[in-house]
């Protein structure tokens, strides 16, 4: 039922008016509407991304966002058709990566300096914030929950004490090996990055998402847009989402690792993307007062219809020879990058 359930679901965006954005040169429309052979190529990719689905081999995740903060990340005055060519070309990056910090934090803050900082200043950056959340006297609400969740007692007494942070440290320089600090990193970093600005101070590498479209819709408004994104399956090699956390306290349950067993909201299970909503995974924005849904251009640059199927696993095929020139028009500081192995890696400009 649940496999039935995901496969339906890849129906409610398209079943909008499907548009594409028009040439910027000499049309003076935003959008235009798609040809019938555009139309069949939607078609056909529509049955590829359920069966996707239905096989458990690819998630739907949406983003919310203001129209009015994405004319200022991509450097624009209007909402026009430059705006979604920069969009498409360098897509949707952590807050990090903006100019809305300094541009050179990536170098001189001492903490979280890159995509792959496992260093024990990042860590003891993730350990004052965790202690601080839940140390607050007149904490949030959601605080107050997440204290009150009889699994996470371990993890609240722990955090609550300043003089763990020793402890905390020194299991982290057990041997343990990069890619499984990063994991671990990520683990206590989703804990943060939920809880909003006050968590993770715009300093995660994580960009949010939720499996629930209303979620998405609920940040952003009558006239904003849905980004949504495809993310293959295994999500952990993209992201964390709930299922990452609960999977990764199996995993550790019998080290000295304090954990935790959700995050501060769980209704809105977010599914954090690490580094950046990837253009080339970007299957459209619904645009909410428009009521339509704007598709990925770079879909209908396929080499040919056979070359559909590998979306759900390798995203669209995107020409991104001019990426850096569109990057420095927008307010973008930095980028990040993904190998096939899962790997990332960034960089951060002045």
């Given amino acids: 039922m649940e496999s039935q359930d995901k496969a339906e679901e890849v129906g409610a965006f398209f079943d909008l008016e499907l548009v594409k954005p028009a040439s910027c040169e000499p049309s003076t429309d935003l959008v235009e509407p798609l040809t019938h052979d555009e139309r069949d190529i939607v078609s056909k990719l ?21 129209k009015n903060k994405s004319k200022k990340i991509y450097g624009t005055h209007e909402w026009n058709c430059e705006l979604l060519e ?10 990090v990566y903006t100019d809305e910090i300094d541009a050179s934090v990536g170098q001189n803050r001492g ?9 024990s200043e990042t860590f003891h950056f993730i350990f004052d914030q965790i202690s601080s959340i839940l140390n607050q006297k007149q904490s949030h609400k959601v605080v107050l929950r997440f ?22 440290l020194a299991v982290l320089e057990q041997g343990i090996s990069p890619n499984e600090l990063e994991k671990i990193r990520d683990y206590y970093l989703y804990l943060l990055h939920t809880f909003g600005r006050k968590g993770a101070n715009n300093r995660s590498f994580l960009v949010s998402t939720s499996r629930k479209r209303d979620v998405a819709r609920d940040f952003t408004n009558d006239r904003g847009i849905i980004i949504v994104y495809l993310v293959p399956e295994p999500v952990e090699e993209d992201g964390i989402s709930r299922e990452t956390i609960a999977n990764f306290k199996k995993r550790y349950k019998h080290t000295p690792l304090p954990l935790y067993s959700d995050n ?5 299970d977010e599914v954090a993307i690490k580094g950046a909503l990837f253009p080339q995974f970007i299957l459209g924005i619904e645009d909410i ?13 396929q080499l040919n219809q056979s070359s559909l199927g590998y979306v759900p696993i390798c995203g669209l095929r995107i020409d991104q020879t001019r990426f850096e020139d569109v990057l420095v028009n927008t307010s973008y500081r930095g980028f990040v990058s993904r190998r096939l192995t899962s790997r990332y890696s960034d960089s951060f400009f002045v």
């Fill in 147 to 168: 204290v009150q969740e009889s699994s996470n007692d371990q993890f609240v007494q722990f955090f609550q004490a300043p003089s763990n942070l020793g402890k905390f």
């Fill in 86 to 95: 920069r969009l498409f070309c360098v897509g949707s990056k952590a807050k």
């Fill in 289 to 301: 007062g428009k009521k339509y849904f704007l598709v990925n251009p770079h879909l209908f640059r």
């Fill in 264 to 268: 501060f909201f769980p209704e809105q």
């Fill in 111 to 119: 903490y979280l300096q890159s995509v792959n900082d496992v260093s």
């Fill in 46 to 66: 529509r049955e590829i991304l359920a069966d996707a689905c239905a096989n458990s081999q690819l998630a739907f995740v949406y983003r919310g966002e203001n």
